[in-house]
Nanobody, 115 residues
Framework: QVQLVESGGGLVQPGGSLRLSCVAS????????MGWYRQAPGKQRELVAV???????RYVDSVKGRFTISRDNAKNTMYLQMNSLKPDDTAVYYC?????????WGQGTQVTVSS
């Protein structure tokens, strides 16, 4: 079994910052792509950022220049540094990791941007 656990969400004012973490544990083997999705109330789940096993990084246009995805492979941990947060960033953020043919998901962490 593989578990992904997110942390770091919370309430922040517009313009503020948060750093999300996603730690993988259990029967881990050869993690390939990792990334973050988010889902706001009443909206479809949206891919926010991807870090591929080959080292490529991609972002959805709405977060470019504000969010940074990174990985510490030695710790099986991925981060999402979120700066200049906007109310539109309010959502539940989910991390995922591909290992072999399977994609594993975290349970989600709430990010609320509000004054």
């Amino acid at each position: 079994q593989v578990q992904l656990v997110e942390s770091g969400g919370g309430l922040v004012q517009p313009g503020g910052s948060l750093r999300l973490s996603c730690v993988a544990s259990g029967s881990i083997f050869s993690i390939n792509d990792m990334g973050w999705y988010r889902q706001a109330p009443g909206k479809q789940r949206e891919l926010v950022a991807v870090s591929t096993g080959g080292g490529a990084i991609r972002y959805v246009d709405s977060v470019k220049g504000r969010f940074t995805i990174s990985r510490d492979n030695a710790k099986n941990t991925m981060y999402l540094q979120m700066n200049s947060l906007k109310p539109d960033d309010t959502a539940v953020y989910y991390c995922y990791a591909f290992m072999g043919l399977y994609r594993y998901w975290g349970q989600g962490t709430q990010v609320t941007v509000s004054s």
